[in-house]
């Protein structure tokens, strides 16, 4: 169990470092998009799921996992999105 854990707690780093990433990404679309209004796109929300949905089945990750950890990333992404929004251009635009 000890081997179990060790590698569990080695994954959950690289995932943060992976999310710090996605983050990034986040920061840099808060920065490009042309309103607030654009912030929230349902059309590539389904479209991010639908991909992860079809690489998660190719790589064996169950859909059960997959699919609600990633509503619930792009959930807070959005979020984070639109508080770097709000920081660097104002809530009012």
């Not at 060790?6 to 679309?29: F, K, S």
């Not at 309103?35 to 799921?49: K, S």
């Amino acid at each position: 169990m000890t081997d179990v854990r060790a590698g569990v707690d080695a994954l959950d780093r690289e995932l943060v470092r992976l999310l710090v990433i996605r983050q990034g990404y986040m920061n840099a679309a808060a920065r490009i998009k042309p309103n607030r209004d654009a912030v929230y796109d349902e059309a590539r929300i389904e479209d991010v799921v639908s991909k992860v949905l079809a690489e998660s089945d190719a790589a064996g990750l169950s859909a059960d996992i997959a699919e609600p950890v990633w509503r619930k990333l792009i959930e807070r992404c959005i979020a984070h999105e639109f508080d770097r929004y709000d920081a660097t251009r104002g809530a009012a635009e």
